[in-house]
């Protein structure tokens, strides 16, 4: 069997696990308000292209992903932590960041949108600007589609137990990935980061 080859399987069972792990629906579907003394992040996706492939999304701000949660298109989740710099990280046949300056008592938005990899769809987080003029920003009628268009989810214990079989492939592609993203310029780097005034 030649590489290729096995590198194709591999990547569709990681694909296939990962899409037939439900999060499940949250008991309640109204964002709450943050404690003052934390902060949180939606994270939203609301896409055709890509739609049918699932991405699992990780803290690494302490450089060891964190288990946040697996979003598929049409679904939102609401990520509480600690205000302050934070490094998020989109999985699926590669992996993406978003940069984030969180200020306390306050809640910020990222979208999760789709680009086409090798061999699926590989996604990549937003900023979403609390201000009119970025092209993802709370002011536009696209923001409120997102917000009202997916359903909040939670983990499941199947989306924990999937976590922990597919651990150490995550932090590969972090190991992967983490160095090219640093090689960003400077203004690559600001426009794809959360700032203290993105919160609402």
Do not use: H
Not at 73 to 88: D, L, M, Q
Not at 95 to 124: C, H, I, Q
Not at 138 to 163: H, I, Q
């Amino acid at each position: 069997m030649n590489l290729i080859r096995i590198v194709l399987i591999a990547s569709t069972l990681a694909l296939v696990g990962c899409a037939s792990t439900p999060m499940k629906e949250a008991s309640t579907q109204t964002i709450q308000k943050v404690r003052a003394e934390e902060s949180q992040v939606v994270f939203m996706r609301s896409s055709f292209v890509g739609s049918a492939i699932s991405a699992s999304l990780y803290d690494v701000s302490k450089g060891n992903p964190e288990f946040i949660g697996i979003i598929d298109n049409g679904t939102k989740i609401a990520y509480t932590t600690a205000p302050g710099k934070r490094v998020f990280m989109v999985v699926s046949e590669a992996a993406d960041f978003l940069e984030a300056d969180l200020a306390a008592g306050k809640t910020y938005y990222s979208l999760v949108t789709p680009r086409m990899g090798m061999w699926k769809a590989r996604f990549s987080l937003w900023p979403i600007r609390n201000e009119g003029t970025s092209e993802y920003n709370t002011a536009s009628d696209s923001f409120n589609g997102w917000l009202t268009g997916t359903k909040l989810v939670e983990n499941s214990p199947e989306t924990l137990a999937w976590n922990t079989a597919n651990i150490d492939s995550v932090k590969s592609k972090y190991a992967e990935y983490w160095p090219v993203w640093k090689e960003k310029s400077a203004e690559d780097l600001a426009a794809r980061t959360l700032k203290p005034t993105d919160g609402k």
